[in-house]
């Protein structure tokens, strides 16, 4: 006897999958969200927590100037991650589940 399997939440998967192979760039604020922010701060937004730093970011090239330390430090004082690299492994898997999950 053969019996008929449901393929469909596989099929949703690849698609997923393969729109997330699509992309070339993501903004820091795609993958930070304000539910992010919220979740792991005391800040509801990346503007918000990074208007606290204190330091003036108006540009990508802005937030490179920022020494790493200091960012760091802020990271450390300012969220529940133990690092900058923390927090952006976690926001980068969190974003990656929520775009292979969609419609699920």
């Given at each position: 006897m053969y019996t008929k399997t449901d393929m469909s939440g596989l099929n949703k998967l690849q698609k997923n999958l393969s729109e997330l192979g699509k992309l070339n760039?993501?903004?820091?604020?795609?993958?930070?969200?304000?539910e992010f922010i919220s979740r792991y701060s005391s800040y509801s937004s990346l503007d918000e927590l990074v208007d606290a730093s204190g330091f003036d970011v108006n540009t990508a090239e802005d937030f490179k100037a920022i020494p790493d330390d200091e960012w760091e430090a802020f990271i450390v004082g300012n969220t529940s991650f133990s690092s900058w690299k923390?927090?952006?492994?976690?926001?980068?898997?969190?974003?990656?589940h929520k775009k292979l999950t969609?419609?699920?």
């Open positions: 760039t993501i903004a820091i604020g795609d993958v930070m969200t304000n923390e927090m952006q492994h976690k926001s980068h898997e969190e974003f990656v969609k419609d699920s």
